[in-house]
């Protein structure tokens, strides 16, 4: 069974920097492309970017290119979210997610390509 576990969130200054982790276990980790969304309450959870299976691509929501970097970690089964410039508008809950199947990258943008969550992590940025 697959678990994702989100670590790192916690309380910044705008301007400051935050890393998060998704630990993943329960399969093949090396074969599955991984997601970062985020939500607010009272919103829909959004996407945020995404890394391919073989790490080779990436690919991030137009609000957080150039400040975030999603990463992974093949040895721990691990992907992170590396973020910088933090914003006010970035607090937030952050997932991370991973699709049903292995090898599948272009598309994976919405809620819906996604069949696993992690419990989330709160993210807050004051002003």
């Known amino acids: 069974q697959v678990q994702l576990v989100e670590s790192g969130g916690g309380l910044v200054q705008a301007g400051g920097s935050l890393r998060l982790s998704c630990a993943d276990s329960g399969r093949t980790f090396s074969s599955y492309t991984m997601g970062w969304f985020r939500q607010v309450p009272g919103k829909e959870r959004e996407f945020v970017g995404r890394?391919?299976?073989?790490?080779?691509?990436?690919d991030y929501a137009d609000f957080v290119k150039g400040r975030f970097t999603i990463s992974r970690d093949y040895a721990r089964n691990t992907v992170y979210l590396q973020m910088n410039s933090l914003k006010p508008e970035d607090t937030a809950v952050y997932y991370c997610?991973?699709?049903?199947?292995?090898?599948?990258?272009?598309?994976?943008?919405?809620?819906?390509?996604?069949?696993?969550w992690g419990q989330g992590t709160q993210v807050t940025v004051s002003s």
């Open positions: 997610a991973a699709p049903q199947g292995p090898w599948y990258y272009t598309g994976l943008v919405n809620l819906k390509d996604y069949a696993y």
């Open positions: 890394i391919k299976w073989d790490g080779g691509n990436t």
